[in-house]
């Protein structure tokens, strides 16, 4: 039986109880990590009570707009003299401004192996710290088929996309959606082509939003009241894992550190769960 997704996912307590185990192997240079609620899973050199000022920069995932909005304007709530400016879009174009010197703070990706691009690619420039980086797992994803609330396409599963009438919308190869959706479809035995390949998975909801496409495979947690989200079979779905890192010679060390944190912390993983985010 189809089953339509049309609210956020509930789960407030188990996110923040599963991410607070951390895993072995923390030793090794670059290993992503599971987060922790507990402060000590993040550098220790911001205080409670330290002042933070200036702009915090933080390049993160297309997926996480809406959930690191809220986090930014409550960070900021809580440090009147900091401005938060976010970046969103496709992880790996992201990973690329990384190591090339973007003037950025902090990096959450939607993809392990593109964070662990970004910190190879920061060794290699030989930035320093870069071979002591070990970014931290704060939240996982799942995909959706996402249709328009009309579907006019009548579409109910993901073999509907083999149609010949069915037009449908997936994420550029190489970000992690695109790998995802690559993923799912191979699983599905689905060789049909779609009708635009789109820069990062927010261009993939705005085309079935407007009607353009009908339907588009996007993560659960962009599922609103402008879309309906039919759920995939878990033998064909994959899950996205979401590592966060303070960026090595950050212009705002100290934000970027407490910024991190605090997307660890016990509000930050409340707000991850109400926009869908599961636990790593």
């Known amino acids: 039986m189809t089953r339509l997704l049309r609210a956020r996912a509930a789960g407030v307590a188990l996110l923040a109880a599963s991410i607070a185990v ?32 200036g702009e915090l920069v933080v390049l993160a995932a297309a997926s996480l707009t809406e959930a690191f909005t809220e986090l930014g304007t409550a ?125 990062d998975v927010t261009a993939v909801l705005t085309k079935v939003r407007t009607d353009e496409v009908d339907a588009g495979l996007v993560y659960i947690t962009d599922i609103d009241h402008t879309v309906t989200g039919i759920e995939l079979p878990a033998e064909v779905n994959t899950t996205t894992s979401y590592p966060i890192l303070a960026l090595p010679e950050a212009p705002n060390p100290a934000a970027a550190t407490a910024f991190t944190r605090f997307v660890l912390s016990g509000e930050g993983l409340a707000v991850l769960a109400n926009h869908g985010f599961a636990a790593p």
């Open 75 to 199: 960070f900021e709530a809580r440090h009147p003299e900091l401005t938060v400016a976010f970046s969103f879009g496709g992880s790996s174009g992201l990973a690329e401004q990384v190591v090339a010197g973007a003037p950025a703070d902090v990096f959450a990706s939607a993809s392990t192996s593109t964070m662990e691009t970004a910190v190879t690619g920061l060794a290699e420039a030989d930035v320093g710290g870069a071979d002591d980086l070990s970014p931290t797992l704060f939240a996982t994803n799942s995909m959706v088929l996402a249709v328009p609330r009309a579907n006019e396409a009548a579409v109910t599963g993901l073999a509907d996309l083999a149609r010949e009438d069915v037009t449908f919308a997936l994420c550029e190869a190489h970000v992690p959606c695109g790998t995802a959706s690559a993923h799912i479809l191979e699983a599905a035995g689905i060789t049909a082509l779609p009708v635009t390949y789109e820069k």
């Open 22 to 53: 951390t895993l072995a192997g923390c030793e090794q240079p670059g290993a992503v990590t599971s987060g922790a609620s507990d402060a000590s899973s993040v550098p220790s050199s911001v205080t409670s009570g330290e002042t933070l000022t």
